[in-house]
Nanobody, 120 residues
Framework: QVQLVESGGGLVQAGDSLRLSCAAS????????MGWFRQAPGKEREFVAA????????SYANFVKGRFTISVDNAKNTVYLQMSSLSPEDTAVYYC?????????????WGQGTQVTVSS
């Protein structure tokens, strides 16, 4: 069974850092692109960051502004999103997703999400 399981969310204060994890299982993801998305209350889901599992490519949303870093730990089969300088505007449910076509921006595997709340 293919699964993406997010963890690491929580309640933090503005300016704090947080690291989200996405544990991938059920297949080999070496040819996949892994992404992080987020959805705030009343807003549409938006792209945050993506990484090619095999390495050599990452992509970030403009609003990240160097505050977030996406990475892969092959030994743990886990994707991370390191977030720093968090602000209340970063409050959202964060989702991990996977796609197996680098050139086709359609993610077909999704996790259940993890809540991140940033207080002012």
């Amino acid at each position: 069974q293919v699964q993406l399981v997010e963890s690491g969310g929580g309640l933090v204060q503005a300016g704090d850092s947080l690291r989200l994890s996405c544990a991938a299982s059920g297949r080999t993801f070496s040819n996949y692109v892994m992404g992080w998305f987020r959805q705030a209350p009343g807003k549409e889901r938006e792209f945050v960051a993506a990484i090619r599992w095999s390495g050599g490519w990452t992509s970030y949303a403009n609003f990240v502004k160097g505050r977030f870093t996406i990475s892969v730990d092959n030994a743990k089969n886990t994707v991370y999103l390191q977030m720093s300088s968090l602000s209340p505007e970063d409050t959202a449910v964060y989702y991990c997703a996977a796609r197996n076509n680098f050139y086709k921006n359609e993610y077909d595997i999704w996790g259940q999400g993890t809540q991140v709340t940033v207080s002012s």
